[in-house]
């Protein structure tokens, strides 16, 4: 889009510095009062004039052009008014020339972003408590690629510690492979439910399960061979529904792949004189900075999660010297992240700086929490069978008609699942209600894909306009509706920008949904198809290019857009 500011700054004459002239101009709020503002009432001491002078006398100063049409003085505000067509144009044709890609650019080129993201815990079952994580870390993947970086995505597995010398000593006792096999991870749940259950009444297996984890340990081959199982049905199961939600990793290095990676950096903060030891235990101290100490070696020599996060950051440096490392993870674990990070700079890495832990708030359902090791989980699986399930009944009601149904459900009941992980801003909790997240009429992501498929309708029946004798007559589209809606769309490359900088993609679905409800607005004011053929091709632009725009939107969302409802 047309740098407008830029071209402002170049017409205000005052005693400030070209950065923060800049910085003062700003989007009106109301398209009634100009397109641009700049207030004049810090410049009134420098200039020795009340800030309503120096509006005015700048407005009579300032030179119009092809771009700015005209300057008026308001109350201290200088407030500028762009060549709208023009500005209604720029963004079209960008749009177009984008060709499906509008808002991708090379910001990132030649840099690395890790995104550490889902990373799923083995033996246990993929529930809600998983989604934040997946459809944050997967968005955020998509934005950094669109933006030139190159992205590894990391699924850094709960594949270690002492719960798997538990579940060997389950499964050998109650379990069997055919089952196993057939109910996956709900059966390996079960078993470990069995497991803490049984423990209390038969203390013996606490000790037997410590035996187990010791043999895992020490790569004996029935603990391993076990443990391998264990984790093919996981993963297994897990990745159906990543292929369902359309996320993908290059790394499935978990915690156990850092088993023999973890001595050379102990070692480093031995040397550096950071590891005291406190009750047999190898801790860093941390009261100075108001944290508790950092556990990395217990008193029976086994590492921690905390030591595997410290050998997995050195390995990740040095495996893809990454210019970012994100740890898109539950803000349960801010102290693990502190602690861990602060180990590091004590360390003296200069790239811990580099290292971000990506927080986000908790999911629940209408009913309230739930625990893994009383079993009371909701799989994720059933979440989104049931979204679909629901957004199948919809769309029948709405069009029985239509072809495809089935993938279509899936489309709007995954889309659904997953917007409703990355509409707010992601430190914040989510309560999970179904019938919220597919409100065709709600800020949601059926409403999203309605709107992108309504557009495709509309420009279905025009036929090939772009190929029609009569070009646009773009000035039946300076109205506030259809300003309103191009002007959000002219913001999409930037949000795009401050999705990635902010590692918030809500500021994507914030601006979808802001763009969904402008285009209808425009669309109940203007009837796009009419006999003025120059306006009509005129509007269809405008249609084409919302679609266009919302499309792009969701699939950095991870979502796809059907392109009939
Ligand atoms: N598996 C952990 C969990 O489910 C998340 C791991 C996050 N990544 C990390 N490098 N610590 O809570």
Redesign the pocket.
């Known amino acids: 889009m047309i740098d407008y500011k830029k071209i402002i700054a170049a017409k205000i004459n005052v005693p400030l510095e070209q950065k923060e002239l800049l910085s003062m101009i700003t989007e009106t709020a109301d398209d009634a009062f100009g397109d641009y503002a700049f207030p004049c009432f810090k410049l009134a001491r420098t200039m020795h004039m009340s800030p309503v002078q120096i509006a005015e006398k700048l407005a009579r100063e300032t030179e119009l052009d092809e771009h700015i049409v005209k300057v008026q003085a308001v109350n201290g505000y200088l407030n500028f008014f762009v060549n709208r067509i023009e500005l209604i144009w720029d963004v079209i044709s960008d749009v177009f020339a984008a060709r499906g890609k509008y808002g991708d650019s090379d910001v990132g080129a030649g840099k690395t972003v890790c995104i550490?993201y889902s990373?799923?815990?083995i033996c246990k079952s993929f529930h809600i408590g998983?989604l934040s994580?997946t459809a944050i870390g997967s968005a955020l993947y998509k934005i950094y690629s669109a933006l030139g970086y190159k992205v590894v995505g990391i699924n850094?597995?709960?594949d270690y510690g002492t719960q798997f010398g538990k579940m060997i000593v389950a499964f050998k006792l109650w379990g069997n492979r055919e089952v196993a096999e057939r109910e996956g991870v709900t059966e390996l749940q079960r078993l470990y439910v069995k497991f803490h259950q049984e423990e209390v009444v038969h203390p013996e297996l606490t000790e037997q399960a410590r035996e187990w984890f010791v043999r895992i340990e020490k790569g004996d081959a029935e603990a391993q061979e076990l443990f391998e199982f264990f984790k093919r049905i996981t993963l297994c199961e897990v990745k159906k529904i990543y292929d369902r939600l359309n996320v993908k990793f290059d790394s499935w290095n978990g915690e156990s792949f850092f088993n023999d990676k973890m001595d050379k950096p102990l070692q480093m903060l031995r040397d550096k004189g950071l590891i005291t030891e406190s009750q047999g235990a190898q801790v860093v101290e941390l009261t100075d900075y108001g944290m508790p100490p950092c556990l990395l070696v217990k008193s029976d020599g086994s590492s921690l999660?905390a030591t595997r996060?410290i050998a997995?950051a050195i390995w990740r440096k040095q495996e893809y010297d990454f210019d970012k490392c994100l740890?898109v993870?539950?803000y349960q674990?801010n102290l693990?992240f502190k602690q861990i990070f602060k180990v590091l700079e004590l360390a003296g890495l200069p790239w811990v700086k580099d290292l971000v832990h990506v927080a986000f708030g908790m999911v629940s359902l209408e009913d309230g929490a739930m625990s893994t090791r009383k079993g009371n989980v909701v799989l994720l699986k059933d979440v989104i069978d049931k979204a679909v399930a629901k957004a199948g009944e919809i769309i029948r009601d709405k069009n029985p008609d239509l072809a495809d149904r089935e993938k279509i459900a899936e489309q709007v009941g995954v889309g659904a699942v997953l917007f409703s992980a990355l509409e707010n801003s992601r430190i914040k909790d989510i309560v999970f209600s179904y019938d919220r997240i597919l409100n065709f009429d709600g800020e949601t992501s059926p409403y999203l894909q309605y709107t992108c498929a309504r557009c495709n309708s509309i420009l279905e029946k025009a036929g090939d306009y772009k190929n029609s004798k009569e070009s646009g007559d773009y000035r039946s589209l300076d109205n506030p509706e259809t300003l309103r809606l191009v002007k959000l769309i002219g913001s999409f490359p930037q949000a795009v920008r401050d999705a990635a900088a902010k590692y918030e993609p809500s500021v994507i679905s914030a601006l979808l949904i802001d763009i969904a409800q402008a285009f209808n607005r425009f669309y109940i004011e203007h009837r796009v198809l009419s006999d003025n053929i120059a306006e009509q091709n005129a509007r269809l632009q405008v249609v084409e290019a919302t679609a266009a725009v919302l499309k792009r939107g969701l699939s950095l969302l991870g979502i796809q857009s059907p392109d009939k409802m």
Do not use: E, F, M, R
């Open positions: 550490d990373s799923v815990n998983h994580t850094h597995l709960g999660y996060d997995a740890y993870v539950a674990q693990h």
